[in-house]
């Protein structure tokens, strides 16, 4: 992979309009991965963003601002899911890009991946039935004070599509505990009325978890893809507010 994006420009005119802040999405890609392409072209409707990929054998992240694992199937999913690509060399950098506090997002594939790194808590266990599932699915939105959902409202309801084999979600009772008192989880599955049951878990996740923060609220992994909501001709918009709510708090710094 050697796509990149670069921002910035030369100095303006005197006179002229200041050049525009972009943000730098740096896209990881593993052997196996099949969103890199979803992400790309989600994050380059909006017009803030420069979204380019990033080779997991690379050792840096080319200026990201915001660094996004995507979903699909790292290293074929052998062993367990992401477990081998944790020790990709490029996940050096993003550990130590998140503990410096650079925002990280996980979808799908890339939140197992975060798991295994022991960036976010839990592991990923196979769906409940034991099937592959893929539709459309409600999340409530549990909080929006984390640099991933600014734009939404906390019990806000979400339409963003659900598209795994492994997304069942769970924790020790330590970490549960930890977890619930530090409000860690940002998404549940929910019915259209916003109501947690176990009829809108779609994969056995312990307390319908579809998404969960760090401690310091900078690593998000989500299960659901909002790259795939990002436009009204793929059927909804719901996903925009993840990734807008990352521009929003880059360009706030």
Request: with cysteine.
């Amino acid at each position: 992979m050697t796509a990149k994006t670069v921002s910035g420009a030369a100095s303006a005119e005197p006179g002229a309009e200041a050049p525009r802040r972009m943000v730098n999405f740096g896209i990881v890609v593993f052997p196996g991965s099949n969103c890199e392409y979803d992400a790309h072209h989600a994050l380059s409707t909006f017009p803030e963003a420069a979204p380019h990929y990033l080779w997991h054998k690379d050792h840096d992240l080319d200026g990201a601002d915001v660094v996004v694992l995507p979903g699909g199937f790292s290293y074929g999913d052998y062993l367990r899911t992401g477990a081998i690509a944790r020790f990709s060399p490029i996940m050096r950098e993003v550990a130590a890009f998140a503990r410096a506090g650079g925002p990280v997002l996980g979808i799908c594939n890339g939140f197992q991946i975060l798991a295994e790194a022991h960036l976010v808590h839990g592991a990923l266990l196979q769906n409940r039935g034991l099937k592959f599932i893929c539709h459309p699915q409600y999340l409530k939105v549990e909080r929006n004070d984390t640099p991933f959902t600014r734009r939404f409202e906390v019990g806000q309801v979400i339409q963003v599509p659900v598209n795994h084999n492994e997304g069942n979600w769970t924790a020790g009772s330590e970490s549960l505990r930890q977890i619930e008192e530090q409000g860690l989880v940002v998404f549940r599955y929910c019915d259209e009325q916003g109501n947690v049951t176990a009829e809108a878990n779609p994969n056995g996740a312990v307390d319908n978890v579809a998404g969960i923060v760090n401690e310091t609220g900078n690593v998000l992994g989500m299960m659901p893809h909002p790259e795939r909501v990002c436009e009204d001709q793929v059927g909804g918009t719901d996903g925009r507010g993840v990734f807008g709510s990352l521009i929003d708090h880059i360009l706030e710094r």
